[in-house]
Nanobody, 124 residues
Framework: QVRLVESGGGLVQAGGSLRLSCAAS????????MSWFRQAPGKEREFVAA????????NYADSVKGRFTISRDFAKNTVYLQMNSLNPEDTAVYYC?????????????????WGQGTQVTVSS
């Protein structure tokens, strides 16, 4: 069992930066693929970024490549999402998710564990 708690959301102006954190409790943090998803009002949930249990593999959605960076701190059982050059289209609730296999990481239905979400609002 894994419990995920996100933090770090807020209101930022376009062009600004935010860093989201996801603290994981439970065992075997390094066994889990950790990912970020987001859901904007009236839209479906979409994949943002994923990092494998070992930290050796990373995937990003095309919409965030070059602007967002996912990282893991194994000592703190925490995964981060550094978001730079934010624009209003990045406004959404951001969710942290975990699953075992680094396979089809873009598919949200494959994740067993989810956090409660943190709101990110980017003003123009």
């Amino acid at each position: 069992q894994v419990r995920l708690v996100e933090s770090g959301g807020g209101l930022v102006q376009a062009g600004g930066s935010l860093r989201l954190s996801c603290a994981a409790s439970g065992q075997s943090f390094n066994s889990y693929t950790m990912s970020w998803f987001r859901q904007a009002p009236g839209k479906e949930r979409e994949f943002v970024a994923a990092k494998s249990g070992s930290g050796g593999s990373t995937n990003y959605a095309d919409s965030v490549k070059g602007r967002f960076t996912i990282s893991r701190d194994f000592a703190k059982n925490t995964v981060y999402l550094q978001m730079n050059s934010l624009n209003p289209e990045d406004t959404a609730v951001y969710y942290c998710a975990a699953k075992f296999l680094y396979y089809r990481v873009e598919a949200g239905t494959k994740y067993a564990y989810w956090g409660q979400g943190t709101q990110v609002t980017v003003s123009s």
